[in-house]
């Protein structure tokens, strides 16, 4: 398989919601997640990548994401939410909780910063760039784009969970704020498997390049 034309230099591994609540078993399991397991441990452990970074899923316990604090609704209903869609989501990564923790199997030693978002009650956070949106209508940065350029970085890598959700969002982000943007396809898994042909699509279409976890070993 052909190696991914990126500066290893000025490259990044984005490390996406790797939470147990997004394991199998968890609040919100996604199936086949433990299979990933063993690929992003190994780009944790090996030098494939000078800076890794990682998000995590962090919400309030009365998050406007959850179902249960909307009166009838059930998880996986969408509403309508500042002007837009928001799906409702069985109650996950709850501050503080074990369902939230960055995965105990995981080496997090070898990770360089670790960013929290959906922490706000009222914005939900897929994308480690910036919110879904908030109640002014926008789209409020995390910092993480501005931290990656003061580290030189032009190349991100991505693997983690959700496939279709957070893996996804920042990966489309990733390219509206100019990096050069890799999606390791076998290191994610879908909350919705049925979406993965679009999901693809998608991905492929706004510029993000799809790879398998062979081509950046070394
Ligand atoms: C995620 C749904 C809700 C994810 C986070 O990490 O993909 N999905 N919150
Ligand atoms: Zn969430």
């Not at 398989?1 to 199998?24: C, V």
């Not at 000078?50 to 996986?76: C, I, M, N, Y």
């Not at 706000?120 to 760039?129: L, V």
């Amino acid at each position: 398989m052909d190696k991914p034309d990126y500066d290893r230099e000025t490259s990044a591994l984005l490390l996406i919601d790797l939470q147990p609540d997004f394991f199998p078993g968890g609040a919100l399991g996604v199936a086949g997640g433990d299979s990933i397991l063993p690929g992003v441990k190994k780009l944790m452990n090996g030098n494939a990548f000078p800076l890794k970074v990682a998000t995590q899923d962090w919400h309030p316990p009365d998050h406007v994401s959850f179902a249960d604090v909307h009166e009838g609704r059930e998880p996986f209903e969408t509403i309508r939410c500042h002007g837009h869609d928001q799906t409702l989501w069985p109650p996950h990564c709850v501050q503080g909780t074990a369902g939230a923790a960055l995965h105990p199997e995981l080496p997090w030693d070898k990770v360089d910063a670790i960013l929290r978002k959906g922490r706000a009650k009222d914005a939900d956070s897929y994308s480690g760039f910036r919110n879904n949106d908030n109640p002014e209508g926008n789209r409020p940065p995390t910092g993480l784009s501005g931290y990656l350029k003061e580290k030189e970085v032009d190349t991100i890598v991505l693997c983690g969970l959700a496939r279709d959700v957070c893996v996804l969002w920042t990966a489309l982000d990733g390219v509206r704020m100019g990096f050069k943007t890799f999606f390791l396809w076998d290191l994610t898994r879908a909350v919705n498997p049925d979406q993965d042909e679009q999901t693809y699509a998608e991905l492929k279409s706004k510029g993000v390049r799809i790879i398998q976890q062979e081509q950046v070993w070394r």
